[in-house]
């Protein structure tokens, strides 16, 4: 497709469950972003992944979330043990131009935990 | 204190009035500013992008950049009411925005006929 794809749209779990969040970039994108938006919180920043670099870890809040970008493209973001708390929504976006800011997002996964 | 601040609103105008968005910031390491729209339940999308003080001007839209103050607008003329929407400002530092961009928290906007 043209824009950055994300599955499921919604999610909705029970606490204590593991959940994975799918995102499908632009072709040809190099970079990808995971951000968390909460009501009332902005855009928080999870995760970066650039070409076959390390992926920057710094925002992830907990050890139960991880991410993974397979092939330089589909990227999974999963939570283990999922708390109420993490409820919001996911955002991926990717770009070519990783130092221009112009990010390019999903329309992202909403989370509910119940 | 966040590294931005941007008022979250609801700001509610009459279409056709001149709306102002701003955002103050604390980290005197931004260098790349943008404002970002994102419409309910979608995705943000980019609006404006501006690299370090000035101004910036994309038909109806302004945007200005004043580093000595760490605070940045967003103008928008003759606003419709589809502009109705969330505005976020995003800046990050000298390395681009190859690592991450900070956010503000958003203002929600309200155009009514």
């Known amino acids: 497709g043209a824009g950055v794809s994300q599955s499921p749209s919604n999610k909705v779990t029970e606490k204590g469950k593991d959940v994975e969040l799918r995102c499908d970039p632009i072709?040809?994108?190099?970079?990808l972003y995971w951000y968390r938006q909460s009501l009332g919180q902005g855009l928080e920043f999870l995760i970066y992944?650039?070409?076959?670099?390390?992926?920057?870890k710094s925002g992830l809040p907990s050890d139960r979330f991880s991410a993974e970008r397979t092939g330089g493209s589909v990227s999974t973001l999963t939570i283990q043990r999922t708390q109420q708390e993490d409820s919001a929504v996911y955002l991926c976006?990717?770009?070519?131009?990783?130092?221009?800011?112009?990010?390019?997002f999903g329309e992202g996964s909403r989370l509910t935990v119940l | 204190q966040k590294e931005v601040e941007q008022d979250p609103g609801p700001l509610s105008v009459p279409e056709g009035a001149i709306v102002s968005l701003n955002c103050t910031y604390s980290?005197?390491?931004?260098?790349?500013f943008m404002w970002y729209r994102q419409y309910s339940r979608k995705g943000p999308e980019l609006l404006m992008y501006?690299?370090?003080?000035g101004n910036k001007e994309d038909g109806r839209f302004t945007a200005q950049v004043d580093k000595s103050s760490k605070y940045i607008s967003l103008f928008i003329r003759d606003s419709q009411p589809s502009d109705s929407a969330t505005y976020l400002c995003?800046?990050?530092?000298?390395?681009?925005?190859?690592?991450?961009?900070?956010f503000g928290t958003g203002t929600q906007l309200k155009v009514e006929l």
């Open positions: 501006t690299y370090s003080s």
């Open positions: 980290n005197s390491a931004f260098q790349y």
């Open positions: 072709s040809g994108h190099t970079a």
């Open positions: 976006a990717s770009t070519t131009q990783a130092n221009t800011g112009e990010l390019f």
């Open positions: 995003a800046m990050t530092g000298l390395t681009g925005g190859g690592n991450k961009l900070t």
């Open positions: 992944f650039q070409g076959n670099s390390a992926p920057d």
